[in-house]
């Protein structure tokens, strides 16, 4: 790891040692789909094999017969509400209603005493099918002649946050035009132009915990223990679909086996706790990793885009129009299909802009948030056709970025809209490039890349946080960031202590329980540190007021005189451990301090996604490869990527974080493909769906921390975890067609490669070479 600009102070700056680290690794961490509650049932979920049909009858008598089983539960038992859900838009039944619309649908759910006998009742569960015509590919949901999946006027859901939703357009239900300039005019003189198709397939998130839920639902309030998130959102969700007030619903998150986007929003929530409402007893589900890929996944795409540039490398234009899949249900899609667009001119200067994104409804299953979501995408593509640029007109690639890339300050997006630019990119790319030797000799089909973008960070700029010190100085803090494994315990625990002047082993981090942890928007968006940090960091600040307070009156000196260090008051040669401070406060020994903190949006501003981001995360990589001509294989030989923090919390931790995010690229990159068979996902595990594993690893990894304390943080940090994810993709393609084999589709498999080598080897036709 190399940190660039880092400064320490006593706790912030430290990379200490997790505090759940001796928990998780003495496999005493508790997930939620270890836990029972008292006269809990186990539910499992009849799927739907079709991908697209009516459904004409379920028989569910003999299941409901069988000893053992308290419930079963189909689309008509949810007619006394209105079972349609959705945080962008309300699209999705509960259970499939009259017709599914993908392969993997839920169907019919049973609650049983135990597993085996759900399992057994689902298979007595008759079901009979009348199939509609397949429409599992973008292409054939753009076709005029397609059925519509959805129809109707669009029904907002209560998140979406994107101002107008539009209207459905066929099966394209949510667009985003982003323009600037006269994109025919600019590029009349071009002197260099490239244009192309590029595809890029759906992935699987592959957290370790799968979809995990348990539900108590009771006449007028329902408890859910779950691995969402976003507990406050689900909460809302919740108490909407089932018409209770927010404060009737209760969501507790214990820790996280990993989320990376696919427990985010509302998932198997609202069928768990239908099932629960039907069988009037608590009810767990667990999917099955099979089922979680029916659940979430990243967004297949289909892009055209085109790029020109005059003849000294000044780029001028940039169109390009992309569809993403997304499935039989909206989910994320609306704020992905935006995020894209936004990634698609790249952080450079434009004459002008003309990006078209369209989400598009498939029978496939529901794609939502991915770490990095619609940044990977059009990073990829992006940065390929600039490298293409920077071939045909003779230029370093790395130079090329130096004349057009934005400067600090400058807009980002081509409208003018939203935050300026707040990093140092050229910088950052020319460090990931010194990174794996950019101007060292190259041995025979090597080639080097880089990769530079940005992803609109932050979500909505909400978070609330308390802190707590006892009587005997240690500390509470209660925080609605969800644990999943990137550490906001351990980073929260040192924000506190830093502004306390205490350890930061003296600070304990609460789970997320809706019902008593403060409000937070959401744990995503790379925004955790940075929002909920600082709302830590108010909260502690307050704290410290109170504790400064009441010694400048023992002391009878002015409060800027205290310090607080080492867990005590401080005035010159005088100390008080905090202790004996909350004891001179309450006049005995007991008492304790509790204040809060918040983020919010100020000055006028909604904290919208048009208005944001709350900051720009950088995305920048580097990569060298070597290509088997023989054998197609690409073998990553150096990597570079750059966590451009503002300020590291906790620079072990971030480094584990963009090391982290640099393999779900590195596999987004070279192995991983969701691939459906009319409609029906085909590799749902893990010897058929390829994940990265150790043996894959490059010979040389570089993170590279950056820490110009330029960011809304605490101590000015700001997100990382997800940049490195989107710029590796961009950077090893890249590094490929610097090595002669440039690329449209991802992933680089061998037989992909080999089959692009082959076409570049065929002798070329005089009109073809014209």
């Known amino acids: 790891m190399t940190v660039v600009n880092g400064t320490g102070t006593r706790e ?77 838009i309300k699209d999705r039944p509960i259970i499939a209603i009259e017709r599914v619309r993908f392969s993997g649908e839920p169907v019919a759910a049973v609650a049983a005493e135990d597993e085996a006998t759900a399992e057994a009742a689902l298979a007595a569960i008759e079901v009979v099918y009348d199939e509609l015509p397949l429409v599992d590919t973008i292409d054939k949901a753009l076709d005029p002649s397609a059925p519509l999946l959805h129809e109707g006027p669009i029904r907002p859901g209560l998140f979406h946050g994107l101002g107008n939703l539009g209207e459905r357009d066929g099966n394209i239900g949510y667009r985003y035009r982003l323009e600037s300039g ?66 009737a619903v209760r969501i507790q998150v214990p820790y996280l086996g990993g989320g990376f986007g696919s427990k985010s929003y509302t998932k198997m ?51 390009s129009r992309f569809w993403l899949d997304t499935g039989a249900y909206m989910d994320n899609g609306p704020r992905v ?111 080097r890349g880089v990769s530079v973008g940005l992803l609109a960070a932050g979500a909505h700029p909400v978070s ?50 809706t019902r008593f942890t403060p409000y937070d928007r959401s744990t995503g968006a790379s925004r955790s540190t940075t929002l909920a940090g600082k709302a830590v960091q108010n909260a502690a600040a307050a704290v410290a007021a109170k504790l400064r307070e009441t010694a400048c009156e023992v002391w009878d000196v002015a409060p800027e005189l205290i310090e607080l260090r080492d867990g005590c008051a401080a005035f010159g040669d005088e100390q008080m451990e905090f202790p004996e401070v909350i004891a001179k406060r309450f006049g005995f020994s007991g008492g304790e301090i509790i ?42 030989l150096r990597t570079a990527t750059v966590a451009d923090v503002g300020r590291a919390i906790n620079p072990q931790l971030v480094e584990r974080q963009d090391e982290g995010a640099f393999m779900q690229g590195y596999g987004n990159a070279m192995f991983e493909e969701m691939v459906y068979r009319d409609g029906e996902l085909i590799n749902d595990n893990l010897l058929e769906y390829r994940v990265p594993r150790i043996q894959d690893l490059p ?17 000015g940090a700001k997100g990382c975890g997800e940049g490195a994810l989107a710029a590796v993709p961009a950077a090893i393609v890249n590094a490929l067609g610097d090595a002669g084999v440039p690329i449209t589709e991802l992933p680089l498999t061998p037989e992909r490669v080999w089959r692009r080598l082959q076409d570049l080897s065929e002798p070329k036709s005089t009109e073809e070479l014209t």
Not at 492 to 513: F, H, K, P
Request: glycine share 10%.
């Open 182 to 247: 006269d994109v025919a005019a600019e590029s009349a003189g071009a002197a260099f132009v490239t244009e192309g198709e590029y595809l890029f397939p759906a992935v699987y998130q592959y957290a370790m915990e799968t979809h995990s839920v348990i539900a108590d639902w009771k006449p007028g309030e329902i408890a859910i223990w779950a691995s969402c998130q976003h507990p406050f959102l689900v909460q809302a969700e919740i108490a909407d679909l089932f018409g209770l007030p927010i404060g």
């Open 269 to 319: 929530e609202p069928l768990t706790v239908a099932l629960s409402r039907k069988a009037r007893a608590p009810v767990k589900i667990v999917n099955r990793v099979e089922e979680s890929m029916v659940t979430s996944r990243r967004h297949g795409m289909r892009c055209w885009m085109r790029t020109t540039a005059d003849a000294e490398g000044t780029l001028l234009t940039r169109e």
């Open 595 to 636: 204040e809060g903190g918040e983020v919010r949006p100020t000055g006028g501003d909604s904290g919208s996604y048009a208005e944001g981001p709350v900051f720009w995360e950088v995305c920048v990589a580097a990569a060298e490869v070597e290509v088997d001509p023989e054998l197609g294989q690409v073998n990553v």
């Open 12 to 88: 912030v700056g430290r990379s200490r040692t997790r505090l759940d680290a001796r928990e998780k690794l003495r496999g005493e961490a508790m997930f939620t789909g270890d836990m029972e509650v008292p006269g809990m049932l186990y539910g499992r979920v009849l799927r739907s094999q079709h991908p697209h049909a009516e459904i004409v009858s379920i028989n569910t008598s003999a299941a409901e017969r069988m000893p053992g089983v308290a419930a079963v539960l189909v689309g008509r038992d949810l007619l006394d509400i209105d079972p349609y859900y959705g945080h962008a």
């Open 337 to 447: 299909t935006a995020t894209a667009a936004d990634a698609a001119p790249g952080p450079y200067r434009w004459r002008a802009v003309d990006i078209d994104a369209m989400c598009v409804y498939c029978n496939t299953a529901p794609s939502g948030s991915y770490r990095a979501f619609g940044a990977t995408h059009l990073q990829w593509v992006a940065e390929s056709q600039l490298d293409e640029l920077a071939r045909r007109a003779g230029i370093d690639p790395l130079e090329m970025r130096r004349r057009n890339l934005l400067r600090p300050g400058e807009p980002v997006r081509p409208d003018g809209s939203g935050k300026p630019l707040d990093a140092d990119l050229i910088g950052d790319v020319e460090r990931a490039a010194a990174a794996v030797g950019w101007d060292d000799p190259k041995g025979p089909r090597v080639g």
């Open 464 to 513: 609330r946080a308390s802190v707590r010190m006892r009587a005997d100085g240690s500390v509470e803090v209660s925080v609605g960031t969800t644990e999943m494994g990137q550490g906001p315990r351990t980073v929260m625990a040192q924000i506190a202590a830093e502004e306390l002047g205490t350890s930061s082993d003296r600070v304990r981090v609460l789970g997320a329980d």
């Open 699 to 715: 010979q040389r990894m570089t993170s590279i921390v950056v820490e110009n304390e330029d960011g809304p943080g605490p101590h």
